[in-house]
């Protein structure tokens, strides 16, 4: 008499899922930061940065997807970061989902402001 294999696989909790997204976003924060320091800070400098300059940057829309994807990672991964360290300290599931739901409501608040403003360019003062 054969046996039968059955695959059997685990179910994929959603902490397994934060965990995941949160390696993720630490993956694609660092594809994102090192360019962003490199030229903003070594090739052209803190103190050349000025309302000017930000306007000759954002008129490239490349730009602008790219400090929109630099901002929505690091702020995702930073939410979660605290999402986790908030779930060290509490341990009823109504707190943990309350604070989950309050988390998330903050981190589109905040990233659609920085959206708009990333969307809504620069404008010069006097126009």
Not at 49 to 74: K, P, S
Not at 94 to 109: E, S
């Amino acid at each position: 008499m054969a046996t039968k294999v059955r695959n059997v696989r685990p179910a994929v909790s959603s902490e397994a899922r934060w965990w995941l997204w949160m390696r993720i976003t630490g993956i694609l924060m660092v594809v994102f930061v090192f360019p962003h320091v490199i030229i903003k800070d070594v090739i052209v400098g803190v103190h050349n940065i000025d309302l000017n300059y930000v306007a000759q940057v954002w008129a490239n829309i490349l730009w602008r997807v790219f400090d929109f994807l630099l901002l929505f990672t690091t702020f995702t991964h930073g939410m979660m970061g605290l999402r986790q360290v908030l779930m060290d300290y509490i341990h009823s599931a109504t707190g943990r989902r309350t604070v989950t739901w309050v988390l998330g409501i903050l981190w589109f608040v905040i990233s659609l402001a920085g959206a708009i403003a990333i969307i809504g360019g620069v404008q010069q003062p006097g126009m």
